[in-house]
């Protein structure tokens, strides 16, 4: 099994680079391949208009969004790792899921094979109250399953802002690698 994760924050070696590493970890623990890919490493663009009759579908631009969109779909299960910032996913995941909608048609990469790579999730936050965390959820189970991917789970980091506090959690790291092992 292939796994590939992408990191949504802009932090290196941050709690959420931490979680995902955790997770791909326990992947390859399993004798899974794994790798990680740094979202902020790329130049992508804001999606362009996707809907109405003057457009068709297709994305023109030659920036990455092609290159990560091929790392996804030759994956049979994905990471997706962000911090909470003001109660979402960070503008660089949520950057890269809108590109998505440009899979959807005319270029069926997504819809046509997805289905069935499962999907897991690493949340970081600041904040102690986890109160919202399925709200934050919520857009990423609608992808997953909107693209038929098994939600294959998620682990939740609270009270995390600093880089290294989630390694004052150990308990958190395993469930982490467990879940990577579970893939």
Excluded at 7 to 22: A, I, M, Q, W
Excluded at 141 to 167: I, Q
Aim: proline share 5%.
């Amino acid at each position: 099994m292939k796994v590939v994760g992408f990191v949504g924050s802009p932090r290196k070696g941050g709690n959420t680079d931490r979680l995902v590493e955790e997770i791909l970890a326990g992947a390859r623990d399993a004798e899974h391949q794994a790798e990680k890919l740094y979202l902020c490493d790329y130049d992508l663009t804001p999606i362009d208009p996707v809907y109405g009759e003057d457009t068709n579908w297709t994305d023109s631009r030659q920036d990455v969004a092609d290159q990560l969109i091929d790392r996804m779909v030759a994956a049979d299960a994905v990471v997706l790792g962000t911090p909470v910032y003001w109660f979402s996913v960070s503008g660089l995941l949520k950057l890269f899921i809108d590109r998505w909608s440009l899979y959807q048609r005319g270029d069926e990469r997504l819809r046509d094979l997805m289905p069935g790579k499962k999907l897991v999730v690493a949340l970081a936050l600041a904040d102690a109250n986890d109160n919202y965390i399925e709200d934050v959820l919520a857009p990423l189970r609608y992808a997953a399953k909107w693209l038929k991917m098994p939600w294959a789970g998620e682990v939740v980091a609270t009270g995390v802002s600093d880089p290294g506090e989630v390694e004052q959690r150990p308990d958190l790291l395993a469930n982490a690698r467990a879940l990577g092992q579970s893939l």
